[in-house]
């Protein structure tokens, strides 16, 4: 070996071996932040600071109001994030597109809280990728200081003209869809063509009607008394309930959504272990049950769940009784495109 090439090739192992440790090093070290892409109104201050002082990781958190917003950035790439916040059939839609990072379970020993009806779900049947957060529904409240108890039931008893202008519903195109497909007892999941024709007219007669389309804070608008009732997330209506006991939750007669929502880690997570750590954190019971504090939507976390109160667990829109008609979500592909269009004009025209 000539000395040049010699002394390349120590040059090469030189650069090999610093290399190795610069990686090693990137490996070991603990990250210093977490990126956090969630559902705004759901994941309460002090899980966020708690976990930052044990752990001295800080917390961006950055909030959508609904799955396809998230799905949007997520996929323009323009913020990469660690940990996002995913219903059942977004979390399918991530998983058919290889986009989310299978969990390695030794960093999160805390699932073992999750109440066995809530893992291996048909939108994680192996449990790979994600962590339940919460589950709801999305069901009808009603100011009974308006509106007789009794007197609304189901979708058609809200969408009524006497009520127009005195209406709040979620900003969620597959959420209103779903409403008008239950009504005309199509199954929410048969988006085709044909359906959505169908139940066109029953949505151009309703959303007129609306007065308040937010998705953040739905209950905001029937507690200043702006509107008399509404269709919202199951935890908005327990937040209403708790407030005031003239708010009641409906779960509509026709049928409605069940949601879960859940934990998982993109696969281009910049701070993988952060995100176990958090994943891990969020599932301790003492931790669980400040989610379920402020957000009162269905724990799914068993352990938590024996920690809650009995005027918790008896709030009827977090945890519903009876034997409710309810429905999940699964992905329908491109079919979500002419359901956001269809509300869009709608919404556009009325
Ligand atoms: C929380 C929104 C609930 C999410 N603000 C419904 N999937």
């Known amino acids: 070996m000539s000395s040049a090439v010699a002394a390349a090739r120590g040059v090469l192992v030189a650069i090999v071996v610093a290399l190795g440790l610069v ?5 070991q070290a603990p990250s210093r932040q977490l990126n956090l892409f969630a559902w705004s109104e759901y994941v309460p201050r002090p899980v966020i600071e708690g976990f930052e002082k044990e752990t001295g990781i800080k917390v961006n958190y950055e909030t959508f109001a609904s799955n396809e917003e998230m799905l949007a950035k997520l996929v323009s790439g323009a913020t990469r994030y660690d940990v996002i916040q995913p219903s059942e059939y977004t979390v399918e839609a991530l998983r058919k597109e290889k986009r989310l990072m299978a969990i390695d379970w030794s960093k999160v020993p805390n699932v073992k809280n999750i109440a066995p009806e809530y893992q291996h779900l048909p939108h994680d049947p192996q449990q790979q990728y994600t962590v339940p957060w919460m589950a709801g529904t999305v069901g009808i409240v009603v100011n009974t200081e308006r509106i007789p108890a009794g007197e609304v039931k189901g979708y058609r008893d809200v969408f009524q003209a006497k009520h127009k202008g005195r209406i709040v519903v979620v900003d969620d195109p597959r959420e209103i869809v779903t409403w008008a497909l239950e009504t005309k007892g199509i199954p929410a999941n048969d988006v085709t ?20 389309y937010d998705s953040d804070s739905p209950k905001t608008a029937l507690l200043n008394g702006d509107v008399d009732l509404g269709v919202v997330w199951s935890g908005e209506a327990a937040l209403l309930f708790n407030e ?33 750590a958090f994943l891990n954190y969020v599932l301790r019971p003492e931790v669980s049950k400040l989610i379920s504090a402020d957000f009162p939507y269905t724990n799914p976390n068993l352990e938590a769940r024996k920690q809650l109160t009995p005027a918790q667990l008896a709030n009827p829109a977090s945890y519903p009784p009876g034997n409710p008609k309810l429905e999940t979500f ?15 004009d709608l919404k556009a025209q009325s």
């Open 23 to 27: 990686a090693g090093c990137s490996r």
């Open 193 to 212: 063509e044909a359906n959505l024709a169908q139940v066109k007219p029953l949505l151009q007669q309703w959303l007129p009607l609306v007065k308040v």
């Open 244 to 276: 005031d006991g003239k708010f009641q939750y409906v779960l509509p007669s026709e049928g409605a959504h069940q949601f879960v929502d859940s934990l998982a880690i993109p696969a281009d997570a910049p701070n993988p272990e952060a995100a176990l």
């Open 330 to 344: 699964r992905d329908i592909g491109d079919r979500a495109v002419p359901i956001d269009k269809l509300v869009t």
